[in-house]
């Protein structure tokens, strides 16, 4: 999967995606800053935005296997 496709996955948009010079240098940081990886005002709005980007997900797959169900077999 490609860098771009990581970035604007919405199953990837909780996770922080590090650049490898950001790696290297968290190798040298003695005092790491505590920031946060998902901006949500609370749990219940991170719980729907990741219950919402999983459903987005399923309709997606849905949809591709309906496709290419209907390419296969309704000729």
Do not use: C, Q
Request: proline residues 3%; hydrophobic residues 40%.
């Amino acid at each position: 999967m490609g860098d771009y496709k990581i970035k604007n996955s919405k199953t990837f948009r909780l996770f922080a995606i590090p650049s490898f010079a950001s790696g290297v240098a968290s190798a040298f940081d003695l005092f790491p800053d505590n920031s946060t990886i998902n901006d949500s005002a609370s749990s219940n709005e991170a719980d729907m935005k990741a219950m919402k980007a999983d459903f987005e997900m399923a309709g997606k797959d849905l949809k591709e296997a309906f496709y290419e169900w209907e390419k296969e077999f309704a000729k």
